[in-house]
C-alpha cells in the first residue's frame, strides 16, 4: 500500500508544480518521493534472494 500512495503522491506533486503554478518545491519534493519509490521497490527482492541463497 505503501508503494501506491508514494506514487500517486509523488506524481501528484510534479503535477502541481508543473500544470496548477505551484511553487518548484513541490515539484522537486514529488519528484523526491517518487525517485526514492523506484530505488526502493527491488530491494526486498534482493534481501530475499540473499537470505535465501
Do not use: D, Q, S
Request: charged share 10%.
Amino acid at each position: 500500500m505503501l508503494p501506491g500512495l508514494c506514487e500517486i503522491g509523488g506524481v501528484y506533486l510534479i503535477w502541481l508544480g508543473l500544470k496548477e503554478g505551484k511553487p518548484l518545491w513541490n515539484g522537486l519534493v514529488g519528484a523526491l518521493i517518487f525517485v526514492t519509490l523506484i530505488i526502493a521497490l527491488p530491494i526486498p527482492k534482493c534481501i530475499c534472494k540473499l537470505i535465501l541463497c
